[in-house]
C-alpha cells in the first residue's frame, strides 16, 4: 500500500527539546495500560501517559461488564464456543481458550484490588448477554461495571506503583530507530514536545469510534494509536472490522449514550415504531442474538418502517427491578422525560468497538521490535469478525498482563544506556492558505458513517476512500501545531486504511457487511487482510 503522509507528524531536532528517560513507556492509562504496569518489575523505572485524564477511556464509560466462566454450571468449553461462533470463523481457537481460561483469575485480582461488583446473598450477580449461552457476566453498579473497574484499579495504582504519571499529553508519534520502537515523541501544555526515550514501549491507547458521527465512544478515541504504530511500520490488521453496538440512545440535541447490552440480557425487547417486535423474524435467538446480528436487523426495520430509530421496550418487566439494575442509564433517560420502566427508549447502532488494530502475538508483542500492545488498539485474534460482548475489558485484563510481563523481562535484559538517539526530522515549507480543522473533521465522520457504517457497497467505499485521500494529500502534507491538528490527521490516516480494507474484503463477516457481497466465503475470505507502511 501506497505510504499516507510522513513519517513524522512534526519537527523535531535532539538539541531543541528536552529529553526523559524510562525504562518503561505506557501509553494509556485504561484496563490494559494499568493491567500492564501492575506487570512490571519494581525496579524499573515506569512512566504513564494519558491523552486526557485517567478516568477519560473507553475502559472506564463500559457499562455491561466483564465476561468469565465462574457459575458451576457455566464451563470453558461453552464460554470458547460463543466466542467463536460471535466471531464468525476468524477468531484465534488457541487465543480464545488461552482468554477464557484466565478471565476467573483476574475477577478475583480485581475483587483483591478492591472492586466492588454487583453481589446478591453473597455471591456474584452474573447477567447474561446477546451471544452468551450461560449467565457468566459479573457487573458492578448496575450499569456502570467500567467506571468501578477503573476506580478500584486507579486507586491500586496510585498506592503500589512507583511510576510517573503525565496525564493529558498526547502522543504525537512513536520514535523508531534501527528497525526498534525507542519510546515516543509527545506534547504537553506545560511542556511543549519532549523526547521520551525508554528499553521498551507498551501501547494501549483504545480505539478510533469518533471518526464515525454516530457513535458511544468518548472525544479521546480518535485512532491515534494505530495511526502512531502505522507511521512507525507496525503491522496493522483487520482494519475493516469496526462493531457497531445495536442499541445507542437516538435523542435529537442528546449525546450517544451506550444502553448497554445488558438490557437485553434481562429481558428488554427491541419494537418498531409500530410497536411491533421485531427480532424474531431475522433471528431465533431474537434479542439475544450476537451484535452484528441486531445491528443489521435494525438498520432494515428503519429502511423498512423509514424511521430513525427503533426503540427499547422493558415495559413488561418489574419497573422497581428495571430502575435498580440499570440506574445510570435511569437517570439519563429521564433528563429527556423517558421513564425506561414504562416508556420506549429510541435506539439505533453506533460505531462502539474497534476489532481490528495493531497486530500482536500471544504476548502482546507487535511485529515492532520493542512494541508491545494490548486492548482495543490491537489485532489479538480473540474477536475474529465480531467481539462477543463482555469480552474487551477481559481482553484489556489479560493481554495487559501478558504485554506487561513480556515489556519486564524484556527491559530487565536490556542494559542501562540513558542517552539520547540522534533523530531529527526537518520543517517543511509553510502552506499560506489555512485550514478549517472542524468542518474537515465533520465532514470525515459524517462520510464514514454513510460509506463505511453498518451496510456498505463497492461503489461508495471507492468514492470514500478516493475522497479521504484526497483529504490526506493536503493535510497529511502539513506540519499542525497543537492536538486537534494532529488528532485529524490521525482520524484520515486510520480511515483510509479502514475503507480500503472494508473495500478489499468481498464478502460479508461478522461486523462487516457488504451489500453487493452478502454472504459469507470461507473459501477465498476466510483470513486476515494485513498493511504495514511502505518505506
Given at each position: 500500500m501506497q505510504s499516507l503522509g510522513p513519517r513524522y507528524?512534526?519537527?523535531?531536532?535532539?538539541?531543541?527539546?528536552?529529553?526523559?528517560?524510562?525504562?518503561?513507556?505506557?501509553?494509556?492509562?485504561?484496563?490494559?495500560?494499568?493491567?500492564a504496569a501492575m506487570e512490571l518489575d519494581p525496579r524499573l523505572s515506569l512512566l504513564v501517559i494519558t491523552k486526557d485524564q485517567m478516568d477519560q477511556s473507553n475502559s472506564a464509560f463500559a457499562q455491561g461488564g466483564i465476561a468469565s466462566v465462574l457459575d458451576p454450571e457455566d464451563n470453558f468449553a461453552s464460554h470458547v464456543e460463543d466466542t467463536l461462533i460471535a466471531g464468525a470463523n476468524l477468531c484465534d481457537r488457541e487465543v480464545v481458550d488461552m482468554v477464557v481460561r484466565e478471565a476467573p483469575d483476574h475477577i478475583r485480582q480485581?475483587?483483591?484490588?478492591?472492586?466492588?461488583?454487583?453481589?446478591?446473598?453473597?455471591?456474584?450477580q452474573l447477567g447474561r448477554e446477546g451471544g452468551h449461552s450461560h449467565r457468566r457476566i459479573v457487573h458492578a453498579l448496575g450499569d456502570a461495571t467500567g467506571h468501578e473497574i477503573m476506580r478500584a484499579m486507579i486507586e491500586q495504582a496510585r498506592s503500589k506503583l512507583d511510576a510517573d504519571i503525565w496525564p493529558n499529553t498526547f502522543t504525537?508519534?512513536?520514535?523508531?530507530?534501527?528497525?526498534?520502537?525507542r519510546g515516543a515523541l509527545v506534547w504537553n501544555a506545560h511542556h511543549g514536545r519532549t523526547f521520551v526515550w525508554a528499553k521498551q514501549t507498551i501501547l494501549c491507547t483504545g480505539g478510533t469510534g469518533r471518526i464515525f458521527r454516530e457513535t458511544t465512544n468518548p472525544e479521546v478515541a480518535t485512532g491515534d494509536g494505530l495511526a502512531i504504530a502505522y507511521r512507525a511500520?507496525?503491522?496493522?490488521?483487520?482494519?475493516e472490522f469496526m462493531q457497531f453496538h445495536p442499541t445507542v440512545l437516538y435523542i435529537a440535541g442528546g449525546s450517544r449514550s451506550l444502553i448497554t447490552e445488558a438490557m437485553r440480557g434481562e429481558g428488554a425487547h427491541l419494537i418498531d415504531s409500530t410497536g411491533r417486535r421485531f427480532m424474531p423474524d431475522y433471528d431465533e435467538?431474537?434479542?439475544?442474538a450476537p451484535r452484528d446480528v441486531v445491528s443489521r436487523a435494525i438498520v432494515e426495520q428503519m429502511e423498512k418502517t423509514r424511521q430513525p430509530s427503533v426503540f427499547l421496550s422493558l415495559s413488561h418487566l418489574n419497573a422497581d427491578y428495571v430502575r435498580k439494575r440499570f440506574p445510570g442509564?435511569?437517570?439519563?433517560?429521564?433528563?429527556?422525560?423517558?421513564?425506561?420502566?414504562?416508556?420506549?427508549i429510541p435506539v439505533r447502532p453506533g460505531a462502539h468497538y474497534m476489532i481490528g488494530g495493531v497486530t500482536v502475538d500471544h504476548d502482546g508483542r507487535t511485529t515492532l521490535p520493542g512494541l508491545w500492545a494490548a486492548g482495543e488498539v490491537t489485532s489479538s485474534g480473540l474477536h475474529g469478525a465480531n467481539r462477543l460482548a463482555s469480552n474487551s475489558l477481559l481482553e484489556g485484563l489479560v493481554f495487559g498482563a501478558h504485554a506487561g510481563a513480556g515489556a519486564s523481562v524484556a527491559a530487565m535484559a536490556e542494559a542501562d544506556s540513558y542517552r539520547a538517539i540522534p533523530l531529527e526530522n526537518p520543517s517543511m515549507?509553510?502552506?499560506a492558505e489555512p485550514l478549517d480543522l472542524v468542518d474537515i473533521r465533520n465532514s470525515l465522520r459524517s462520510l464514514m458513517w454513510r460509506s463505511g457504517g453498518v451496510k456498505s457497497n463497492g461503489p461508495q467505499l471507492a468514492d470514500a476512500s478516493e475522497t479521504i485521500r484526497r483529504w490526506c494529500r493536503y493535510v497529511l502534507s502539513r506540519q499542525l501545531s497543537d492536538p486537534a491538528g494532529w488528532e485529524l490527521q490521525n482520524m484520515l490516516t486510520v480511515a483510509s486504511l479502514m475503507v480500503d480494507s472494508d473495500l478489499a474484503r468481498e464478502e460479508s463477516r461478522g461486523v462487516h457487511l457488504r451489500s453487493d457481497f452478502p454472504e459469507r466465503d470461507d473459501t477465498h475470505w476466510r483470513r486476515h487482510l494485513s498493511v504495514v507502511r511502505s518505506e
Amino acid at each position: 500500500m501506497q505510504s499516507l503522509g510522513p513519517r513524522y507528524l512534526v519537527p523535531f531536532h535532539p538539541k531543541q527539546i528536552p529529553h526523559h528517560f524510562a525504562d518503561v513507556l505506557i501509553i494509556g492509562g485504561g484496563i490494559a495500560g494499568l493491567r500492564a504496569a501492575m506487570e512490571l518489575d519494581p525496579r524499573l523505572s515506569l512512566l504513564v501517559i494519558t491523552k486526557d485524564q485517567m478516568d477519560q477511556s473507553n475502559s472506564a464509560f463500559a457499562q455491561g461488564g466483564i465476561a468469565s466462566v465462574l457459575d458451576p454450571e457455566d464451563n470453558f468449553a461453552s464460554h470458547v464456543e460463543d466466542t467463536l461462533i460471535a466471531g464468525a470463523n476468524l477468531c484465534d481457537r488457541e487465543v480464545v481458550d488461552m482468554v477464557v481460561r484466565e478471565a476467573p483469575d483476574h475477577i478475583r485480582q480485581l475483587i483483591e484490588w478492591g472492586t466492588n461488583f454487583d453481589t446478591e446473598k453473597g455471591e456474584l450477580q452474573l447477567g447474561r448477554e446477546g451471544g452468551h449461552s450461560h449467565r457468566r457476566i459479573v457487573h458492578a453498579l448496575g450499569d456502570a461495571t467500567g467506571h468501578e473497574i477503573m476506580r478500584a484499579m486507579i486507586e491500586q495504582a496510585r498506592s503500589k506503583l512507583d511510576a510517573d504519571i503525565w496525564p493529558n499529553t498526547f502522543t504525537i508519534d512513536l520514535l523508531t530507530h534501527e528497525g526498534r520502537c525507542r519510546g515516543a515523541l509527545v506534547w504537553n501544555a506545560h511542556h511543549g514536545r519532549t523526547f521520551v526515550w525508554a528499553k521498551q514501549t507498551i501501547l494501549c491507547t483504545g480505539g478510533t469510534g469518533r471518526i464515525f458521527r454516530e457513535t458511544t465512544n468518548p472525544e479521546v478515541a480518535t485512532g491515534d494509536g494505530l495511526a502512531i504504530a502505522y507511521r512507525a511500520g507496525a503491522e496493522l490488521r483487520d482494519m475493516e472490522f469496526m462493531q457497531f453496538h445495536p442499541t445507542v440512545l437516538y435523542i435529537a440535541g442528546g449525546s450517544r449514550s451506550l444502553i448497554t447490552e445488558a438490557m437485553r440480557g434481562e429481558g428488554a425487547h427491541l419494537i418498531d415504531s409500530t410497536g411491533r417486535r421485531f427480532m424474531p423474524d431475522y433471528d431465533e435467538r431474537a434479542e439475544l442474538a450476537p451484535r452484528d446480528v441486531v445491528s443489521r436487523a435494525i438498520v432494515e426495520q428503519m429502511e423498512k418502517t423509514r424511521q430513525p430509530s427503533v426503540f427499547l421496550s422493558l415495559s413488561h418487566l418489574n419497573a422497581d427491578y428495571v430502575r435498580k439494575r440499570f440506574p445510570g442509564i435511569a437517570r439519563t433517560c429521564t433528563e429527556f422525560g423517558i421513564d425506561i420502566a414504562s416508556d420506549p427508549i429510541p435506539v439505533r447502532p453506533g460505531a462502539h468497538y474497534m476489532i481490528g488494530g495493531v497486530t500482536v502475538d500471544h504476548d502482546g508483542r507487535t511485529t515492532l521490535p520493542g512494541l508491545w500492545a494490548a486492548g482495543e488498539v490491537t489485532s489479538s485474534g480473540l474477536h475474529g469478525a465480531n467481539r462477543l460482548a463482555s469480552n474487551s475489558l477481559l481482553e484489556g485484563l489479560v493481554f495487559g498482563a501478558h504485554a506487561g510481563a513480556g515489556a519486564s523481562v524484556a527491559a530487565m535484559a536490556e542494559a542501562d544506556s540513558y542517552r539520547a538517539i540522534p533523530l531529527e526530522n526537518p520543517s517543511m515549507e509553510p502552506h499560506a492558505e489555512p485550514l478549517d480543522l472542524v468542518d474537515i473533521r465533520n465532514s470525515l465522520r459524517s462520510l464514514m458513517w454513510r460509506s463505511g457504517g453498518v451496510k456498505s457497497n463497492g461503489p461508495q467505499l471507492a468514492d470514500a476512500s478516493e475522497t479521504i485521500r484526497r483529504w490526506c494529500r493536503y493535510v497529511l502534507s502539513r506540519q499542525l501545531s497543537d492536538p486537534a491538528g494532529w488528532e485529524l490527521q490521525n482520524m484520515l490516516t486510520v480511515a483510509s486504511l479502514m475503507v480500503d480494507s472494508d473495500l478489499a474484503r468481498e464478502e460479508s463477516r461478522g461486523v462487516h457487511l457488504r451489500s453487493d457481497f452478502p454472504e459469507r466465503d470461507d473459501t477465498h475470505w476466510r483470513r486476515h487482510l494485513s498493511v504495514v507502511r511502505s518505506e
